[in-house]
Nanobody
Framework: QVQLVESGGGLVQAGGSLRLSCAAS????????MGWYRQAPGKEREFVAAITWSGGSTYYADSVKGRFTISRDKSKNTVYLRMRSLNVEDTAVYYC??????????????????WGKGTLVTVSS
């Protein structure tokens, strides 16, 4: 069974940092682009960051650019999201996603091949 399992969420004060992990199991994600989305209470799910299979290209939402960094370790089948300078607007459930094309990660969330169940990030003021 294919699974994406997120971890690393929690409660952090504004200005703090967290690193989220997304571990893939059940198959190799060779060739897959990976990404992070988030959904805040009462809001729609929104794109956060994405990375190509090679890791050579990364993409970010304007709201997190310069504060978040996405990376992947292919040997561990894991993608990371390093989050710095967190603010209360970053409070959300963060979801990991995998797709065969970076375009899907960026523009077609309904077309994702796999989603994780999410990890909650709460930023207190």
């Amino acid at each position: 069974q294919v699974q994406l399992v997120e971890s690393g969420g929690g409660l952090v004060q504004a200005g703090g940092s967290l690193r989220l992990s997304c571990a893939a199991s059940g198959r190799t994600f060779s060739g897959y682009a990976m990404g992070w989305y988030r959904q805040a209470p009462g809001k729609e799910r929104e794109f956060v960051a994405a990375i190509t299979w090679s890791g050579g290209s990364t993409y970010y939402a304007d709201s997190v650019k310069g504060r978040f960094t996405i990376s992947r370790d292919k040997s561990k089948n894991t993608v990371y999201l390093r989050m710095r300078s967190l603010n209360v607007e970053d409070t959300a459930v963060y979801y990991c996603a995998a797709a065969t094309t970076i375009a899907t990660i960026l523009r077609r969330p309904d077309g994702m091949d796999y989603w994780g169940k999410g990890t909650l990030v709460t930023v207190s003021s």
